[in-house]
Every structure is written in structure tokens, then in C-alpha cells.
């Protein structure tokens, strides 16, 4: 079975810009879960998807927000970029809203100038 | 609110040494938990996790845990560390939603970063 894996992989972007970041979720999982690891820090929840609604969200802005597709990848939009967003961002997936764990995939470097 | 508290930011051990990683958490319930691992650059990897029944939970590199509700804690161990186990290990607690189910917010705590000495 695949793995989680995430698109690109490393992204400069400058302040004010906008980005999308890409996640096609392990074979088989329909919930999809963004989170941001700032340096040195643990991953901070941003919100999952499950069967292409949001059904959960963390203490982040509205300029973040994201999509799932009908094959359960999904999308991670951030507007209105600043410098604090420079992060690793991960993606989760899981089946039926993560009863059964998650699988993260590596991760996309964001670095903000 | 959910939280997790790793109590150690840098743990350093000799190969072949046992390890003990610790992991509080506060949740109003029987909580979903988890330990993570994390080598530098990389994603995480489930090391294990609890979701009921036995409180001692084995999991994959030799590791396990423990559940103890009345301390609300779920430490993690291994026996004997190996040079590779050197990593970032992350305690996270997930929610309970309805019928059971996890609506997928993981809280993680700050992490302990492993050095493992020759």
C-alpha cells in the first residue's frame, strides 16, 4: 500500500503571496488531517476533512483553509501569507476520522521571506 | 481543553541503556493516545498508540507504553536503545467523538529530542 505523501516537498514564498500545498492521502483512508510544526515545536492542528467536508478545526485564521476531493487528496490553502506561517506542514490520513491512527506523510517546508 | 506535557526537552543516553520517555496529559475522558517519532526533515511515524483495553501497548522497534489513568500519564520505554533510536519522539492524546469515533484533532506535547551516545 501507498503511503502518505505531500507535495512539494520544500516552497519559498514571499510575504503577502499566496500557496497551495498538496496531500494525496495512504490507500483506502477518507479523512484527511493538515498540521503545523513550527521549529522546534510539536504539529499544531489546523483541520481535517473526513468524506470531503470539514468536520474539525483548530485555532487558525480563515485565510487557511483547505479541500478534499472525491479520491480523498487534498488541498491546503494559505492567503495572505506571513513570515510566522514559515513551518513544516504535514498532512495525516486516516480512515473513518482516525479511529484507527494516522499515517503522516513527510512533509512540506514552508519558508516565508 | 486537551493537552500533553513532555516534562523532558533533551533526554541523553549510551547504547544499550534503557529509556524512559515521559507523557502527561489532561483530558476529560479516556483518551485516544499516541507516540510519534520523528527523524530530522522527516514526517512521523506511529511508534504505538492506546485506544482501549490492555493499558500496556506494544509497538513497533522494540518500544511500548503504559496507560495509567491515575496518573494520567503514558510513558513510553525500550529496554535497549540503539544508536538509530536517536529522534524527536512525540506524545500526542486524540479526541473522542461521537459513537466512539476520533473526529481527528491530535494534540501533541513540545517533544523530547534522543541522543543516543556510542
Same mark, same amino acid.
Given at each position: 500500500?501507498?503511503?502518505?505523501?505531500?507535495?512539494?516537498?520544500?516552497?519559498?514564498?514571499?510575504?503577502?503571496?499566496?500557496?497551495?500545498?498538496?496531500? +494525496? @492521502?495512504?490507500?483506502?483512508? &477518507?479523512?484527511?488531517?493538515?498540521?503545523?510544526? #513550527? /521549529?522546534?515545536?510539536?504539529?499544531?492542528?489546523?483541520?481535517?476533512?473526513?468524506?470531503?467536508?470539514?468536520?474539525?478545526?483548530?485555532?487558525?485564521?480563515?485565510?487557511?483553509?483547505?479541500?478534499?476531493?472525491?479520491?480523498? +487528496? @487534498?488541498?491546503?490553502?494559505? &492567503?495572505?501569507?506571513?513570515?510566522?506561517?514559515? #513551518? /513544516?506542514?504535514?498532512?495525516?490520513?486516516?480512515?473513518?476520522?482516525?479511529?484507527?491512527?494516522?499515517?503522516?506523510?513527510?512533509?512540506?517546508?514552508?519558508?516565508?521571506? | 481543553?486537551?493537552?500533553?506535557?513532555?516534562?523532558?526537552?533533551?533526554?541523553?543516553?549510551?547504547?544499550?541503556?534503557?529509556?524512559?520517555?515521559?507523557?502527561?496529559?489532561?483530558?476529560?475522558?479516556?483518551?485516544?493516545?499516541?507516540?510519534?517519532?520523528?527523524?530530522?526533515?522527516?514526517?512521523?511515524?506511529?511508534?504505538?498508540?492506546?485506544?482501549?483495553?490492555?493499558?500496556?501497548?506494544?509497538?513497533?522497534?522494540?518500544?511500548?507504553?503504559?496507560?495509567?489513568?491515575?496518573?494520567?500519564?503514558?510513558?513510553?520505554?525500550?529496554?535497549?536503545?540503539?544508536?538509530?533510536?536517536?529522534?524527536?519522539?512525540?506524545?500526542?492524546?486524540?479526541?473522542?467523538?461521537?459513537?466512539?469515533?476520533?473526529?481527528?484533532?491530535?494534540?501533541?506535547?513540545?517533544?523530547?529530542?534522543?541522543?543516543?551516545?556510542?
Amino acid at each position: 500500500e501507498t503511503g502518505v505523501t505531500q507535495s512539494p516537498t520544500h516552497l519559498i514564498k514571499t510575504r503577502g503571496q499566496q500557496v497551495t500545498l498538496r496531500c +494525496s @492521502s495512504q490507500s483506502g483512508h &477518507n479523512t484527511v488531517s493538515w498540521y503545523q510544526q #513550527a /521549529l522546534g515545536q510539536g504539529p499544531q492542528f489546523i483541520f481535517q476533512y473526513y468524506r470531503e467536508e470539514e468536520n474539525g478545526r483548530g485555532n487558525f485564521p480563515p485565510r487557511f483553509s483547505g479541500l478534499q476531493f472525491p479520491n480523498y +487528496s @487534498s488541498e491546503l490553502n494559505v &492567503n495572505a501569507l506571513e513570515l510566522d506561517d514559515s #513551518a /513544516l506542514y504535514l498532512c495525516a490520513s486516516s480512515l473513518d476520522g482516525g479511529t484507527y491512527g494516522y499515517t503522516f506523510g513527510s512533509g512540506t517546508r514552508l519558508t516565508v521571506v | 481543553a486537551q493537552s500533553v506535557t513532555q516534562p523532558d526537552i533533551h533526554i541523553t543516553v549510551s547504547e544499550g541503556a534503557s529509556l524512559e520517555l515521559r507523557c502527561n496529559y489532561s483530558y476529560g475522558a479516556t483518551p485516544y493516545l499516541f507516540w510519534y517519532v520523528q527523524s530530522p526533515g522527516q514526517g512521523l511515524q506511529l511508534l504505538l498508540k492506546y485506544f482501549s483495553g490492555d493499558t500496556l501497548v506494544q509497538g513497533i522497534k522494540g518500544f511500548e507504553a503504559e496507560f495509567k489513568r491515575s496518573q494520567s500519564s503514558f510513558n513510553l520505554r525500550k529496554p535497549s536503545v540503539h544508536w538509530s533510536d536517536a529522534a524527536e519522539y512525540f506524545c500526542a492524546v486524540g479526541s473522542r467523538g461521537a459513537g466512539g469515533t476520533s473526529y481527528g484533532k491530535l494534540t501533541f506535547g513540545q517533544g523530547t529530542i534522543l541522543t543516543v551516545h556510542p
